[in-house]
T-cell receptor, first 106, second 112 residues
Framework: QKEVEQNSGPLSVPEGAIASLNCTYS??????FFWYRQYSGKSPELIMS????GDKEDGRFTAQLNKASQYVSLLIRDSQPSDSATYLCAVNDMRFGAGTRLTVKP | KAGVTQTPRYLIKTRGQQVTLSCSPI?????VSWYQQTPGQGLQFLFE???????NKGNFPGRFSGRQFSNSRSEMNVSTLELGDSALYLC???????????FGPGTRLTVT
């Protein structure tokens, strides 16, 4: 079992829709969780961090953490074509999932 | 505030050679981590340095090594290059461990 798992996608949503990205992790003692966005040919850039159970909102992005179920998700509201990228989930900084490729169609 | 810088951006080496990559973190950041990214394996952790000490190490052979200087700049070295070492090498800096990381643009290494 991989330490951090994500659906590889691709996930395709129409413009204006909500994109939902999910991530599960195996280490129950994990304390910090991060979402990064990576455009093709670019390096990852931090979108959000979350440390406590519940929701954390930042603009169109909402991160959700459920430590009991060992999953973390990222919701992107009002998706835009510019959101098309690969989204990487990271646990405790150094353990990354394989990423989910998101395509937002105009 | 300037971001993370990496040099060189592109590198072509021959199998058996060695290579040194450099990373300058964001000012004030004392932690530097290195990652290898390939299409097949994704983003894989190499090692982390904090205040010149290696704090964590990923599952890579001893051919991969690194160091950090007193000004927090870091270098990683790969000896006896293999074709499979062709990858994007990313450096990330942060204030500490298990907090937000900020990535540099990466060094694209091609081994022929």
């Amino acid at each position: 079992q991989k330490e951090v798992e994500q659906n590889s996608g691709p996930l395709s949503v129409p413009e204006g829709a909500i994109a939902s990205l999910n991530c599960t992790y195996s280490d129950r003692g994990s304390q910090s969780f991060f979402w990064y966005r990576q455009y093709s040919g670019k390096s990852p850039e931090l979108i959000m961090s979350i440390y406590s159970n519940g929701d954390k909102e930042d603009g169109r992005f909402t991160a959700q953490l459920n430590k009991a179920s060992q999953y973390v998700s990222l919701l992107i509201r009002d998706s835009q074509p510019s959101d098309s990228a690969t989204y990487l989930c990271a646990v405790n900084d150094m353990r990354f999932g394989a990423g989910t490729r998101l395509t937002v169609k105009p | 505030k300037a971001g993370v810088t990496q040099t060189p951006r592109y590198l072509i080496k021959t199998r058996g050679q060695q290579v040194t990559l450099s990373c300058s973190p964001i000012s004030g950041h004392r932690s530097v981590s290195w990652y290898q990214q390939t299409p097949g394996q994704g983003l894989q952790f190499l090692f982390e340095y904090f205040s010149e000490t290696q704090r964590n190490k990923g599952n890579f052979p001893g051919r991969f090594s690194g160091r950090q200087f007193s000004n927090s700049r870091s270098e990683m070295n790969v000896s006896t290059l293999e074709l499979g070492d062709s990858a994007l090498y990313l450096c990330a800096s942060s204030l500490g461990t298990s907090v937000e990381q900020y990535f540099g643009p990466g060094t694209r290494l091609t081994v022929t």
